[in-house]
C-alpha cells in the first residue's frame, strides 16, 4: 500500500482532497490538527498500491508517497510494534494511529516500518540555530529542566559565535537564578532578571540587538489557571516562542493533558528532556499528539557541555528500539532500498 498526506483548513476539506486524489476506496490512517503558523488539519490516507501504477514514481521527489510490499511478517511486525507501545506505556490512541500507520505501509521490518509511522504522525522541526528576533521561552512543569536546556541553547548559540542574551523570570524558587548564574558567568553571556511582565519587556529591549534571546521559567502547575494566566502575560511581552520543555518518564496521559493546556498558550514545539534516566517515553508521542506539538531537540544528558540531540523519526525509533535500529544499521539506507519517498 502506498500512504500519503493532505493538509487542509478544515477535516472536510482535507476529506475532500483524500477522496479526489486516492478514490473512494482510500483507507484514512490518522488526523492531526496542525499547530503554529501552517495551522489546519493533517489527513494521512492510503490506497493499495495497483491503483495507482500508472503515476507513481518512487524516485519522484516530488510525490510524497511511502511504497512497500505487502509480506507474509505483517502478523509479526504488529506484534514487535505493540509490544514497543505497551513497554512504552503509549496511550491507545497513538498506539492504534501508529500500528495502522506502520501496517498499511506494508514494510517487514518493524523498526523501519517504525520510522515510517513516526514521520507521517508527528512533525520534527529543530530549534534555530541563526540569528532571530524572536526570543525563545522554555516554560513547563517544575523539575522538567528547562534551566538546563537554556544553558544548553546559549551554549550552542555562542559556539555558533553569536551574541547571546538570556533572562531569567524564575526569581521565587531558591537557587534559581544563582544555577543559571553560574552558567551564564563560564560563558560570559549577559543574565537579567525579570519578575513581572514589564521586567520582562524592558530586558527584551536590553537584548534587542542579540542574535538569540533565551528565557528560562520557574516550573508552573498547568492545572493552575491562575498561574497559566500570569505566564499567558509574560509571553505577551514580546516577539516569544515559548517551546514546552516536557521530562520524559512521565505518566503519559498527565503529559497529553498538560500539552493540551500549553498548546492553549501559544506553545507549538516541545523539547523532551531527561532521556538518559528515563526508560518510557509514551508520554513524549502522548504530548506531541495531544498537544499537536513539534519535536524539536532533546536533552539526553545533564552536562551543558554535551548540549542538544536534534530529534528526527530516525532518532526517535531508536530511543523506542535502540536494540533493534543498532542491529539493523543505518535505518535511513534501509528506508532507501525500501522505495519509500518521503513525506515530509
Known sequence: MRLKSFYATTATEAMKMVRETLGEDAIIVATREEKGAKGGVRVTAAVEQHDFHNDFNPA???KDWV???DGDEESAVIEKLTDVMLRHSVPEEVTDQVISCATVIGLEQAEIALIAALEHLFAFRPLPQK????ACMLVGPPGAGKTLAVAKL??????NNMNVGVISTDTLRAGGIEQLSAFTKLMNIDLKKAANPKQLRDCLEHFSHADQIFIDTGGLNPFESEEMRNLARMISMGDISPILAMPAGTDAEECGE???????????SMIPTRLDISRRLGGLLSAA???GLIFADASKTPKVADGLIALTPQSLARLLMPEAIKKHGNSKTDLQRKQMVNAG
Open 131 to 134: 540569528p532571530t528576533r524572536t
Open 289 to 291: 499528539h495531544y498537544g
Open 154 to 159: 546559549a551554549a550552542r548559540a555562542v559556539m
Open 258 to 268: 498538560i500539552a493540551r493546556i500549553y498548546a492553549t498558550l501559544g506553545v507549538t
Open 67 to 69: 511504497y512497500g510490499d
Open 60 to 62: 519522484d521527489p516530488e
